[in-house]
Each structure stands twice: as C-alpha cells, then as structure tokens.
C-alpha cells in the first residue's frame, strides 16, 4: 500500500512561494499507515493486536527413486481476528514451476545475444517438459468431508461450509503431491542436487505443503503471488511432521528430533550427546561413514524406510533436508541458560572447508545476532550444503559454497561461504521470528539482516571482506540511474541485491555510526526486535520504534533514504573571511597599506619602474598630491574614535578587541539526500578538528546552508565526509581550497608508471607536503573492498 | 519460449547474492581511447574463469603476469564497441589492482575506425556467469558524471567522443 503513494504527496500542497523547494523535513506521517489499537504511534503493538495461528500435523514421503514427494496434512486454524471467515487461502509455492504460471508468462524478454550458452539451453528445455506444480489429491474437513476448493495461481482458496468465526478454530486436511525440481538445472530455493559420479541426491525441501496464507490487520488475506524474488510470510504455529524416507538416508529439519531411537544408530545417539557438551563440533556421521552410506548398493527393487518425526514450536515455516551424502556435525552452543544444537549437514564435496567453517558460524552468528536483538529462541540451528546457493527457513538454512574437487578452495569461496550461513542463519531473527512480509518488502528482513551480517562479519576477523555495509561500497549503486525507492514491492524492485539488501544495511550503518550513536542506535534496534518477536511488524511499526526509542525525529532520514532515490552529494561552494573591524583609524590605515603593498604590480607596471619620469626631471610639476598619503589617519578621526570607544561598557570594549575569524561557509546539497555534515578543519598552525553538523541544518533551505565557524586560528583548508561515512558520492567537491581529483583509471595510469624508486619516495612525502597536490586521493577512495 | 528462458533465469536469481559491478569510463580525447576501470567481486570473477578455462582460479593468489594472461583477454572478449569485438590491437591491459574481495581491472580501448561524434561500448563481462548481474557504470566527460545502470537485456553505454563547449 505505500508503494503506491508517489513523491508528489510529500507536502500537503505545492507550494510556489518557496521556489518549489521541496520539503525533505515534512513528516511522513501522510505516507504511513495511521496509528491504531493494533499498531501505535510509538511503533509498538497495540492493545488489540492479533495474529493468526496455524498449527501442522504433516506426514510425508520422499520418492528417491522418481523424486517426488508426496504428504498428508492436518492444519488447525485459529481465527484470532474480529472477523469471521468465510473463506481460507493456502500457499501453492510449488505451483510457480507449472507451465502455465504467471512467473513463465508475465517474464520479461531478455537478451539473447550474443549467444545462449548449453547449460541455459538445457535449463529451458528442461523446464519446458518438467511437470512442476501441486497436485491436490483432497481438501476435507475433521470429518473427512470433502470441501471445495479454487486454485489461483500460486494459491488455493477453501470455501468452508460456514463461516470461521473470531476466537474458532477449523482443522482441514489436505492430500497434496509434487515432482521435486531439479535446483541445480532449473533452481528454485529447494530442490534437488545429482550427484552423477556416485548416483546420489541432496534434497532441500522448501515450501514443499500447502501453506496457510497469512491473515492481517493491515491487509487481509496476503494474495500477492508468488512468483520469484518475494519470498514468504506466514503464521506462526507447531509443526509435527513425519518423513518417511529410505533408510540410508539422514534427515536435518526444523525441530527438534522426536524418535532418535528409530533412526539414529546408538553410536550416533552417543555422538549427539557427547557434542551437547563438547568444546568444538564432533562428527556424528563421519566423512568416511558418509562415504560408505553413498556407496551402499541400493539395487533392490524397494528399499527400507525410515520415518524421522521431528517437532517444532512456534514457528513460521517448517523445511528439511535429506540425504545419503551427508557428514553431520554438531556442538551444543549455551547462549543464556540454554544450549542451542548448531549442526552442519554436507557431502564429501563440501570437505574440509564445512567441518571448518560451517558450525563455527552457526555459533558465531547465535552469539552476535542475539546480542543485538534478543537470545535465539529455538532449540536447534542448522546449515545444509546442497543445490540451493542461500536460503532460509526456521531452525535450518541452505547454502552452498564448496570447496574444488581437490579439497583446495579460494578466499573468495571461503569467506563467500561464512558470509552466506552468518546471512541465512540470521534469517532466523529477521524475518523468522521478527515475522515481516518479505513478499511484500524484501528490505524488512534482507536490509536489517545483511546489517547484522555486517557487524557480525566485523567480529569474526580483523578486516573482514565485507561486501556490504561500508558507505563507500554503496556510491555506484546510489549515483545510478534505473533505481526504484528501497519502498518498494519486492517483485518491482530493481537493482534488487543493491537495493534490498546493500542500500538498507548502509543506511543502517549510517544511522548507527553517523547520526545517533552506537548506544543510541542499539537500543533503539533491539527495541524493535524485543517488541516484534513472535508478531508481525510493518515498515511504519520500524520507523516509528527507530525514532520512538531513540529519542530522535527521524523522519528526514526515512523520507531520504528509504523512500527516495536521491542520494548524498554534498559540496563546500565558497568560504568567506569576516574580522572584526573596531573602528581604530590607525589600524585600519595600517591594514589598508598592507594590503595596497601586497598587490601585485603590473607587468607594465613593472616595467615602466626603470623610466625616467618628467615629474623627475622636472621637480616643479611636483605639488601637494605628489606627497598626499591617501592613507594618512587625521587627528579629528583619532578623536571620534577614542569618543566611540570611551561610549562603550566594558563587555563591548571586550568585543571590540576580539582578534577572531568568522569565516562563513557555504555548502550545497547537489544529491538532494539530507545529511549531516562532517567537516575537517585544518588550520595554519598545523592543528585540526572534525566538526559534526547536524543533518537539521538544512531544515530551512534543503538546497544551500551558510555555516559560521568562529575560530582564532587560520583555517587552511575544509574537507566534507574525509572518512567516506554519509556516502557522498562525489568527492572531487568536498574540498576547499577546490581539489581536482583525477579518475580511478588515471590514478592507477600514473602511478604504474612510477619506477619503484619513484613509488618510495611518493610514500614517505611527508603529509604537509602533500598539501595542495592535485593527484592524492581518487573520487571513491575507501573502498578497499 | 524467450518467456521461458526469462524464468530460467529468474530460477537462478532466487537465490540471496545480488550480483553488481562498478564500472567507470572516460574517453580520452587526446589518446582517443576508452579508458575503462571495472570492479569486479572475486566470486563473480573466479566463476567466469572457471567457466571460460575449464579449472579453478584463485585470484588472491594470481601474479600481475598471471591476471595479465587469464583476466586481460576475457575482458577484452566480454567488450564490444559498436557492437564489434576488440582486436588485441584494440586492447590495452593497464593493469589491477586487487582488494580484499574484489579487483578493479583497469584497460584502454580503441575504436576499429577512426570515432564517430559518439560509439557504444556493450559491456558482457560475467553475464555469462550471472545473467541477473548489473553493471553500474559511472561515465566521466569533462568534469561531469553521468550513470548508467547495464543489465544482459540493456549491456550498451553510448560515449561521446566530441570536446565539451567552452
């Protein structure tokens, strides 16, 4: 609904006696939805808010021999709304790789040149001939009589015989079956990875049942579709679910496991319970035992089964992983007064990058994460390595990053894969548990989680290659064309990795670092955390707790960075020298003289010194004004002067002696996106300050603002952001005196062409030297990504 | 079927990684060439070697001579001006320069024919790799900048190749 709301409204009406100015400081009440008894104006939840509840009894099995899945449900739904029924919505994910979904028709062309690789070739024919979608075998109600149902797209509606009254429950069941997509050649966020060389598979079941669709106060039924880049919102419940699959085959899910007497083997039960307690992760399958389970001869014409049960609690989302490759590692993680199982599911390929890695930032991001929102909840925390590059669900996450087949792997993987488990394990806080709609907006979850990502990635190591976070990162993105609002629906959104995820985290950071303060920020975000566990906030719930909790007006920031595209570009245009001048002829004379000697002679000026002038020659033609010093003070000027100064109390007097510079800056704000400004004062005598000037300062004027700066030194020279903390895209204006600052590519140009002599010496220029150089610094410097 | 081959794609973006690089040029009137400075993710960058060299490359491990002999000609490969591919006599390696999780690669490129007032520079690096990825490129004239944001189904960037008025 506020994607819908344009720009034109910011102000309540056009204003023509302000030059069209716009009004970035207008609150943006007018844009958010109005406070109510189930949302209040401080961003908390009202004394009436309410959320459905839906509560699963599923039992599955996996085909492994024709990879299908198919399962019986049992759903109870609690209308907990003041609105009666008449009707249910289920989720039908499965159904966006029918033929004939909207995410095949409503797809964009894309170019086809210069050629279509093979592996694009196979994925199309692939997916032509895949038979994709649910195939619902019955819908009834608690007395196993059937009820009509419509399938819509990706959704199915349940007409129910009479309608679901506020405070009643309904149970339905539903017989539902589905080909698994293979993930590796047509993708998905669940599917199924071959594995040709010893005919196994990974699977990584997501969005696998039909799925209540959430019912809220803010917009009834979710119906928007799902069709690829939103992901899901759901209702909280408790989930028992049976998977039955074969034997051989371990099962990771979310939940706890119920029967580990069925399907573990003893030595493996003793493992689990030895890692509860241990200090680092134990294997509980071993890479050789999982070497042997892939290689088990699996000829007989119908294999054993095992049926895992596995429980959860209060949870949105139920997913799971299967597998004969798997390697299980585990550690028991206390956080509080509580141990937390954080395990890692992989194949021998994954070796020995996941033994290494993967747990660890299990552990690393519960501890991180829970610091900045509230203790992880839930009883198990899981990373499986399979097809699916990175996705979350409650409890368990899918990634995928591998090392080469020769065990050997680069930076780039390793650090792609502690990064992509710190994010899918973080999905637990924002939007698991902090319930969000990310089919709605992707940023409420992806921009707040790659935020912590980035502070987490912070406190692994030293340095850490972030790729998100830094402002510096985020200039290209910010100065580009073809941008839509981080208020945007996700499936409009464009630029989506830049603007759901890098944009929001950056803004974060700024907010955090730049404009409240760690303490103040921290507070504030953990409030919203704290007051959104378990519930269902909405964009208006976060700005309105940010500011709430803070104890700062922060709409401007809202307004700017989340629903505008501007961006920050701040430049220093002039600066202007005031003194005081105290009125004393003789000083004043003296000033003016100095300044007269100061001016440079002409060049002809210059030249002409040497001629014989006639007045010379001629001494006569010399008169009064030969010798008259237009600068000469008169007695009459001493004497008004000393009658000025005798008519002033002592403070004046004082005032009057004051030998300050009151120098006036002048800055414009050329990226329209408000900010404070930082600015670097370097002063004659060789010190140096950093003044923080409030982002209010342009609340009169959002185009141009003066700044006094009263100082007794000299100021030599201003900088704007030097530490590149707002963004500003463009750096070649910040300074004062100007400073040309040459491209990246000549930069680079002209110091490969140094020697290394020239290099060395370039390197110990002492910093003053370096002064009014126009080559120091390129327009992005800081990005050391 | 182009419909279908869209959402081939799009299966593939559902993943997390939004991919993006940065990219900023200038035509140098006196050299009359392209001077090109791209920066490019290492995962993004080691998926497109695989790719093109059938093995694994580790770029924090490339010497300059290395990045020389496997990055230089895959850029020069993935560059068309007015739509047609760089001979290696249009193509000058300047160098990289390698961070923490990215390189900026830096080259020169000269048109086949003497330039016209304008010419297209198509960008296809690693849209092979990450068919979603964009290219945000910076454009440098004069002491102005203009942005652009590349994408496979819009890779062209059009330079200008007159001087600025005075």
């Known amino acids: ?785 | 079927m182009i419909a279908v081959f869209t959402a081939l794609l799009a299966g593939s973006l559902l993943l997390h990684p939004g991919h993006s690089t940065r990219v900023e040029l200038q035509w140098n009137l006196q050299s009359e060439r392209i001077e090109l400075a791209i920066r490019i993710d290492h995962a993004d960058l080691e998926a497109a070697l695989r790719k093109r060299l059938g093995r694994a490359v580790r770029v924090e491990e490339l010497t300059d001579e290395q990045a020389q002999q496997w990055i230089a000609p895959y850029l020069r490969e993935t560059l068309r001006i007015d739509h047609g591919k760089l001979a290696p006599e249009q193509f000058s390696w300047i160098g990289w320069e390698r961070k923490r999780a990215s390189s900026w690669l830096y080259a020169e490129l000269s048109p086949a024919e003497p330039p016209a007032a304008e010419l297209s520079l198509k960008i296809l690096t690693l849209l092979e790799v990450e068919p979603e990825l964009n290219h945000v490129v910076t454009l440098r004239r004069g002491h102005g900048q203009t942005s652009h944001v590349l994408s496979k189904e819009k890779p062209v960037v059009v330079l200008s190749t007159k001087p600025l008025d005075r």
């Open chain 1, 1 to 785: 609904m506020l994607a819908t709301v344009g720009l034109a409204v910011a102000q309540p009406l056009e204003n023509n006696k302000y030059g069209g100015r716009p009004d970035p400081f207008y609150p943006i009440d007018n844009w958010l939805a109005s406070p109510n008894e189930q949302r209040t104006a401080s961003g908390a939840p009202g004394p009436r808010y309410w959320q459905q509840r839906a509560d699963y009894v599923i039992e599955v099995t996996l085909d492994d021999s024709r990879q299908r899945l198919t399962g019986q449900e049992q759903v109870t739904y609690a209308n907990r709304s003041p609105h009666p029924l008449r009707y249910l919505w289920f989720q039908l994910d499965q159904n966006m790789y029918r033929p004939d979904s909207e995410s095949l028709l409503a797809a964009r062309a894309p170019s086809l040149e210069p050629r279509v690789p093979f592996s694009s070739l196979r994925s199309i024919l692939a997916r032509q001939s895949f038979p994709g979608g649910f195939e619902i075998g019955s819908v009834t109600d608690a007395q196993q009589q059937p009820l009509p149902y419509t399938i819509v797209g990706t959704m199915m509606r349940v007409d129910l015989p009479e309608p679901l009254q506020p405070e009643g429950t309904i149970e339905l069941q539903i017989a539902f079956a589905y080909n698994i997509v293979d993930a590796k050649l047509i993708g998905g966020r669940g599917g199924f990875e071959f594995f040709p060389s010893d005919g196994n598979y990974i699977y990584e079941i997501a969005q696998w049942y039909p799925r209540l669709v959430a019912y809220t106060d803010y917009a009834g039924w979710q119906h928007q579709h799902y069709v690829g880049k939103g992901e899901f919102t759901l209702e909280f419940g408790d989930f028992i679910v049976r998977i039955t699959a074969p034997d051989d085959m371990l099962v990771a899910a979310t939940g706890e496991l119920q029967n580990p007497q069925d399907v573990l083997s003893e030595p493996q039960r003793q493992r689990l319970q030895e890692a509860a307690t241990a200090d680092k992760p134990v294997f509980i399958v071993t890479p050789e035992e999982a070497e042997q389970n892939e290689q088990r001869d699996r000829s007989q014409s119908k294999p054993e089964t095992n049926t895992w049960e596995f429980q959860a609690e209060n949870v949105r989302d139920f997913a799971f992983a299967a597998s004969r490759k798997f390697i299980w590692d585990a550690v028991g993680h206390r956080l509080g007064d509580r141990t937390v199982m954080a395990m890692s599911y992989y194949p021998n390929e994954a070796e020995p990058l996941w033994s290494r890695y993967s747990t660890a930032a299990i552990t690393h991001t519960l501890d991180v994460f829970s610091r900045f929102t509230f203790d992880y909840p839930y009883p198990v925390a899981i990373s499986v390595n399979g097809p699916i590059y990175g996705m979350e669900y409650p409890m368990i996450c899918f990634n995928g990053p591998r090392p080469e087949s020769d065990g050997t792997y680069s930076k780039a993987t390793k650090y792609g894969l502690i990064s992509v488990i710190i994010h899918e394990i973080g999905h637990n806080w924002f939007p698991m548990i902090v319930n969000s709609d990310e089919r709605q907006w992707s940023w409420m979850d992806e921009g707040l989680n790659t935020f912590l990502q980035y502070l987490a990635e912070q406190e692994w190591e030293e340095d850490y290659p972030s790729r998100r976070g830094e402002p510096a990162d985020i200039i290209g993105f910010m100065r580009s064309s073809n941008q839509r609002p981080i208020m945007t629906q996700s499936e409009s959104t464009l630029q989506f990795g830049n603007n759901a995820y890098g944009k929001p985290a950056t803004a974060l950071n700024i907010l955090r670092e730049t404009i409240l303060g760690r303490d103040l920020f921290d507070f504030a975000f953990k409030e919203y955390a704290l007051r959104w566990r378990f519930k269902r906030p909405t964009p208006e719930d976060f700005f309105r707790t940010m500011s709430d909790a803070s104890g700062h007006d922060l709409d401007w920031f809202w307004r700017g960075w989340f629903f505008s595209t501007d961006h920050v570009d701040l430049a220093i245009e002039r600066v202007r020298l005031y003194q005081i001048d105290a009125g004393d002829p003789d000083e004043t004379a003296e000033t003016q003289r100095i300044e007269r000697d100061a001016q440079p002679k002409s060049i002809s000026q210059q030249r002409n010194a040497e001629l014989t002038k006639r007045v010379d020659l001629q001494p006569g033609l010399k008169d009064f004004y030969n010798d008259y010093d237009d600068l000469q003070v008169g007695e009459d000027d001493r004497k008004a002067f000393r009658k000025f100064v005798d008519g002033l109390d002592a403070d004046e007097q004082k005032l009057l002696k004051r030998k300050s510079n009151f120098y006036v800056v002048s800055f414009r704000n050329l990226g329209g996106l408000i900010s404070p400004i930082i600015l670097h004062v370097d002063y004659e005598d060789g010190s140096d300050e950093r003044l923080m000037i409030p982002a209010s300062i342009w609340n009169q004027d959002p185009r141009a603002v003066d700044k006094l700066i009263i100082t007794d030194k000299t100021i030599q020279r201003l900088e704007i952001d030097p530490q590149q903390q707002t963004a500003d895209v463009e750096a070649t204006n910040n300074h004062w005196p100007p400073k040309l600052v040459p491209s990246r590519f000549k930069l680079f140009k002209s110091e490969q062409q140094q020697n290394p002599m020239q290099k060395a010496k370039a390197e110990v220029t002492p910093k003053a030297e370096a002064i009014g150089d126009d080559a120091q610094r390129p327009a992005d410097q800081g990005d050391n990504q």
